[in-house]
């Protein structure tokens, strides 16, 4: 077990629309990664925040937003629900040091979100 | 340019025998290339992880060789057991964050 801890672990919304998944990140850890892994592909990378502040995207649009709180904390809001956005969801953490420029990345267990 | 393509899709194994997953990249700039091990209904695990300074790095049955010049790396799996069975992906990133991932090689180890 990594530490990384995702909340909730299955989730139900419908068309349209609005969630909000969280992520506790590993003890020592000040960056957070999030990523969409759909079924049977390869996780996809979302965002990243480093000490509360959005640290790179991924080709997401922008109802994809995300917070970073002080304990470093995260979580992804997805608004506007879409079919497609049923998929796994990946938080990731890790130790950016001063650059922002992270080591090793830790996942947690996911949020599975189906979207009917 | 920001692809990781990975190889095969889905692999066999007999116990006792070599698993081998391979990837190709495309950005030159990737410098760092960890490989991540996913059961189902988890989240994936860093298995081994190489820097392109090196052109192989081992750890207990899992290797990874590296290919700076063909930018191809792969993960050999020595002794595979049924507990390996398992979603591997291999991934690539600029200073270890922010990862591409491959599309995942699906192995089966039958006893």
């Known amino acids: ?116 | 340019q920001q692809q990781v393509k990975q190889s095969p899709q889905s692999l066999i194994v007999q116990k006792g025998g070599i698993s081998i997953i391979n990837c190709a990249y495309e950005n030159t700039a990737f410098d760092y290339f960890p490989w991540y091990q996913q059961f189902p209904g988890k989240g994936p695990a860093l298995l081994i992880a190489i820097r392109p300074d090196v052109s192989e790095k081992k750890e207990g049955r899992f290797t990874i060789s590296f290919n700076k010049s063909a930018k191809q790396f792969s993960l050999h799996i020595m002794d595979s057991q049924p507990g390996d069975s398992a979603t591997y992906f291999c991934a690539a990133s600029i200073g270890a964050d922010k990862l591409i991932f491959g599309t995942g090689t699906r192995l089966q180890v039958f006893p």
């Open chain 1, 1 to 116: 077990e990594t530490g990384v801890t995702q909340s909730p672990t299955h989730l139900i919304k419908t068309r349209g629309q609005q969630v909000t998944l969280r992520c506790s990140s590993q003890s020592g850890h000040n960056t957070v990664s999030w990523y969409q892994q759909a079924l049977g592909q390869g996780p996809q990378f979302i965002f990243q925040y480093y000490r509360e502040e959005e640290n790179g995207r991924g080709n997401f649009p922008p109802r994809f937003s995300g917070l970073q709180f002080p304990n470093y904390s995260s979580e992804l809001n997805v608004n506007a629900l879409e079919l497609d956005d049923s998929a796994l969801y990946l938080c990731a953490s890790s130790f950016g040091g001063t650059s922002g420029r992270g080591e090793t990345q830790y996942f947690g267990p996911g949020t599975r979100l189906l979207v009917l």
